[in-house]
T-cell receptor, first 116, second 114 residues
């Protein structure tokens, strides 16, 4: 079936504006992750969703960042009052979660965010 | 805490040369180890993985062996091709609270010239 999809593929915004990034995980995958890939920072974990459990938000860099996952499927990452340091590629991944096992994560193509 | 350290790039090789990209990790418990690859303009793809000590992951001619005694997972390929030019990420995944999140190294850019 289809892989993880993300939209938009590119987003250019002005400093101070809000942006929303969307992720459609692979159908049936219960776990969803957001990561950020930025120059000089590598890849960093942002947030994790699993079913109806409370998300792990431990990686969110500030309270300007939030994410939700509606109906256990599509997820939206929102960045409020964007700053230039938010410029990065935002990656979404999904996986099946089988208890006690490490599960492969499948990544989307990413959204490249540029804050001017 | 958990962390991954991999050799800095860029690594520049001629076609058919031998490749090694070093990766070491720090982790509590028994992590799984991965190599992901990102080709130009594309998303991250899993290249290979190993889930326990002494396991060898292999794919597309690449290999990496999970060495618990040296906490390493070095990536090797005997003869690289121009099409192998990409950024390679070493990562670990440790189960915590019933799920895993990937901890990535900084990435190593490989450029292979004809």
């Amino acid at each position: 079936g289809a892989g993880v999809s993300q939209s938009p593929s590119n987003k250019v915004t002005e400093k101070g504006k809000d942006v929303e990034l969307r992720c459609d995980p692979i159908s049936g995958h219960t776990a969803l992750y957001w990561y950020r890939q930025s120059l000089g920072q590598g890849l960093e974990f942002l947030i994790y969703f699993q079913g109806n459990s409370a998300p792990d938000k431990s990686g969110l860099p500030s309270d300007r960042f939030s994410a939700e996952r509606t109906g256990g499927s599509v997820s939206t990452l929102t960045i409020q009052r964007t700053q230039q340091e938010d410029s990065a590629v935002y990656l979404c991944a999904s996986s099946l979660l089988r208890e006690g096992r490490s599960n492969e994560q499948f990544f989307g193509p990413g959204t490249r965010l540029t804050v001017l | 805490g958990n962390s991954v350290t991999q050799m800095e790039g860029p690594v520049t090789l001629s076609e058919e040369a031998f490749l090694t990209i070093n990766c070491t990790y720090t982790a509590t418990g028994y992590p799984s180890l991965f190599w992901y690859v990102q080709y130009p303009g594309e998303g991250l793809q899993l290249l290979l993985k190993a889930t326990k000590a002494d396991d060898k992951g292999s794919n597309k001619g690449f290999e990496a062996t999970y060495r618990k005694e040296t906490t390493s997972f070095h990536l090797e390929k005997g003869s690289v091709q121009v099409s192998d030019s990409a950024v390679y990420f070493c990562a670990l995944s440790a189960l915590s609270g019933g799920y895993n999140k990937l901890i990535f190294g900084a990435g190593t850019r490989l450029a292979v010239h004809p």
